[in-house]
């Protein structure tokens, strides 16, 4: 036996940890966060243990607890008291997300993004306005061009209200340069855009919209969320994104599609983001749950595997959960 190479030399505790290639640290992960205005108290979401929909009076306390962990930024999203054909509560001064903006960016010092879509705010749940056709007539689609209008004025309403960075997750094509005229013609120019650029018409949702009430009342998002076979086309999308001024690229869903993280890792230069989405969340807490997985093993093992694959923040429910294990 004579080998000269030995990886197995450098695993030893001590030279281990000086070798290792990727961090993760407390820094890059981003807390996804629920207000909702439709309660007075905290209610939790089932199929996401240990995470809930909070009142805006709660919204300060809900933060506080994720900043506690070492986890410095959130992820908002809404659940407005009433919805109506064109989600307008998505814009209002005094709405969800913009309440609790406000009062988060007064009292703590997190770093405020919100989620800048309809699907929560209109009463069929898509992500826009929809044509005026029969629920089941399968050429219902959302009106791309019209829905602009309204993420542009979500997106000031957002930015008016203190939000540090805005992530319109809607998928409409041009939804990126509608939303940076709005925002630089408001006076917001420093206010980056993270989009959600590679979104993908995924089952790993279904736990996302138990929490913030937005499932489709009819049809599906297929034909503006893109198709899972798909790759090359995720590069089109990303550089229609970045072509209108994206500040952060993001994919969605993340270990499903690590290729796509890498693939964007290596063509642009951009940071990349990765949303660890609800059903990879739930699918590990139901596996441990029943004795099968070790649930932080799973959920450090996960983080890294979407750092490693070169995403470089990670928007994830087991932020709180694992932020103390990190540097
Ligand atoms: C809104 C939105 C969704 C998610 C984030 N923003 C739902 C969807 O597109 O159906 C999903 C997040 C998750 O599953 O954790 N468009």
Redesign the pocket.
């Known amino acids: 036996m004579n080998f000269t190479d030995r990886p197995r030399r450098l695993r030893r505790d001590g030279i281990r940890e000086l070798v290792s290639e990727t961090t993760l640290r407390a820094n890059d992960l981003i807390a996804p966060v629920f207000v909702d205005a439709t309660t007075d108290e905290r209610v939790e979401i089932e199929s996401m243990p240990g995470h809930e929909r909070v009142p805006i009076a709660e919204s300060v306390a809900r933060v506080e607890e994720v900043l506690e962990t070492g986890v410095e930024a959130v992820m908002l999203f809404g659940i407005p008291e009433s919805k109506d054909e064109r989600g307008s509560r998505a814009w209002a001064e005094d709405g969800v997300v913009q309440e609790a903006t406000r009062r988060i960016t007064a009292e703590t010092d997190a770093t405020v993004i919100t989620?800048v879509?309809l699907?929560e705010y209109t009463d069929h749940g898509h992500?826009g306005i929809v044509e005026d056709r029969a629920a089941d007539d399968p050429r219902l689609t959302v009106k791309n061009d019209e829905t602009l209008e309204l993420l542009r004025k979500v997106s000031v309403s957002h930015a008016e209200a203190g939000a540090e960075m805005v992530a319109p997750?809607?998928m409409t094509d041009g939804m990126v340069e509608a939303i940076r005229t709005g925002l630089d013609e408001a006076g917001f120019s420093d206010v980056p855009i993270m989009s959600y650029a590679a979104k993908y018409e995924s089952a790993?949702?279904g736990?996302?919209?138990d929490a913030a009430d937005?499932a489709p009342a009819f049809g599906d998002?297929r034909h503006y969320?893109m198709d899972p076979a798909n790759v090359r086309e995720a590069m089109r999308e990303v550089e229609l994104d970045v072509e209108q001024g994206a500040d952060v690229l993001m994919v969605k869903p993340a270990l499903p599609y690590l290729d796509i993280v890498r693939d964007i890792r290596e063509e642009y230069d951009h940071p990349v983001a990765a949303?660890n989405?609800?059903?990879e969340y739930a699918m590990l807490h139901a596996a441990s749950e029943n004795g099968w997985l070790d649930l932080r093993e799973t959920a450090l093992e996960s983080l890294l595997s979407i750092k490693r694959a070169g995403a470089d923040l990670i928007l994830t429910y087991f932020a709180e959960d694992i932020a103390d294990e990190l540097a």
């Open positions: 989620d879509c699907c992500c997750s809607s790993f949702y736990p996302f919209r937005g998002r969320q949303y989405v609800s059903g």
